[in-house]
């Protein structure tokens, strides 16, 4: 890679399989999704706290009704803010009526099927709304509209921007995340193209075809032409506005991702126990997402793991795992156990084994259970 990895953020992505109505007569609410969205950002809350950004699509709404939902904010509050106005249309729903989940998608824009949530932390540039996940690329037609967030770092954005100039494009910014929501989308425009031209020969009138490509788009290929020269560390989700939706990981694992799938509910995110807990789910329940795969969840409903880069050789962020991610996971938890374990005897000769004239502490917080475990490892603290 040309350049450093530099920053670290949280992805959430809450898909319902089941129809709506499903889960307001089961859990006496319409803001199930919500609900569960607002719970697995809160539990990755220590992966940003410069900015928050929320996403939801509605499946299967009628022409001329708005199916897409984006809200983004960059305040010091910015995950109070925008649920607080999320829920502020559910809060004022009339009581004792069951709620008509058709009529609650029409009415609340906040309410859908597919959700996608991203928490910042930004180590250099801005800290505006403008620069806050998801990045939406819009269009007409259903099928390319596109909606990405990421934790990832790119390494090699001058490149890609020179790669998306030479396919014609015209980009706004050169930013990694506007390069590869645009490298994502020129294949997904291409793919949708070709799908449209193969049915109309096959003689389906247009307002068929378009049902035909929500079918039969193949988002493995997508994501296979459009990744082949990223070059950095990520964990990215994109969904698409008929309903497709995506999280892929780079080859080397630099970024981490889980997932849980149950007849409900599929569900992905950065960090393991945030599912663990908003799901109540054991540890087993939930898979990791492999080196260079992507889980795609399709519009019906369908999920699998696909493999669209080689994986290559493990290199996990060190400051994800010693110092960003929560040390509640089992393996976070053990690793840095381990690590106070291995830092005993360097720090024991560092000072000479002057115990007497040596304080321990730790820094940061994180470092805690590391710390504890060079005590019993042969350090202690006056």
Avoid at 127 to 144: A, D, G, L
Avoid at 206 to 212: F, G, P
Wanted: glycine share 6%; charged share 25%; proline share 4%.
């Amino acid at each position: 890679m040309s350049d450093n990895i530099k920053h670290e953020c949280g992805i959430a992505l809450v898909r319902l399989l089941k129809p709506y109505q499903y889960y307001i007569d089961k859990y006496k609410t319409p803001s199930y999704g919500l609900n569960k969205l607002y719970l697995l950002m809160e539990k990755q809350h220590n992966r940003g706290q410069d900015g928050a950004g929320v996403a939801v699509i509605k499946l299967d709404m009628p022409p001329g009704a708005d199916y897409i939902f984006r809200s983004r904010n960059a305040s010091n509050q910015a995950m109070k803010e925008i649920f607080s106005k999320a829920y502020e249309k559910i809060k004022n729903l009339p009581q004792g009526n069951t709620p008509n989940a058709d009529s609650l998608k029409k009415s609340i824009e906040s309410i859908g099927e597919l959700y996608l949530g991203h928490l910042r932390y930004g180590t250099h540039g801005d800290n505006s709304e403008q620069v806050c996940h998801p990045f939406y690329r819009k269009n007409s037609w259903i099928t390319r509209n596109l909606l990405l967030a990421g934790n990832f770092n790119l390494t090699n954005v001058d490149e890609l921007m020179q790669n998306l100039i030479e396919l014609g494009q015209h980009p706004r910014q050169s930013t990694d995340t506007v390069t590869v929501l645009e490298k994502i989308g020129h294949y997904l425009d291409r793919e949708v193209e070709e799908l449209f031209k193969k049915f109309k020969l096959m003689g389906y009138p247009n307002n068929v075809i378009t049902a035909k490509i929500i079918e039969h788009l193949n988002i493995q290929s997508i994501l296979r032409s459009a990744s082949n020269d990223f070059d950095g560390g990520y964990a990215m989700a994109g969904i698409l506005g008929h309903g497709d939706s995506f999280v892929m990981r780079d080859p080397n694992g630099i970024r981490p991702a889980f997932y849980y799938i149950d007849d409900e509910v599929a569900v992905v995110a950065s960090e393991r126990p945030c599912i663990q807990t908003a799901f109540n789910v054991d540890l087993e329940k939930i898979k990791e997402l492999q080196p260079g795969a992507a889980i795609i969840i399709k519009k019906d409903g369908t999920s699998s793991e696909c493999q669209i880069q080689e994986p290559k050789t493990r290199a996990a962020c060190s400051f994800e795992r010693i110092y960003f991610s929560r040390g509640t996971d089992k393996d976070i938890y053990q690793e840095r156990k381990d690590l106070g374990k291995y830092l005993a005897p360097l720090v024991l000769k560092s000072v000479n084994y002057d115990m007497d004239n040596t304080v321990f502490s730790f820094i940061p917080n994180t470092a805690e259970t590391a710390f504890y475990d060079a005590q019993r490892n042969g350090l202690s603290r006056l």
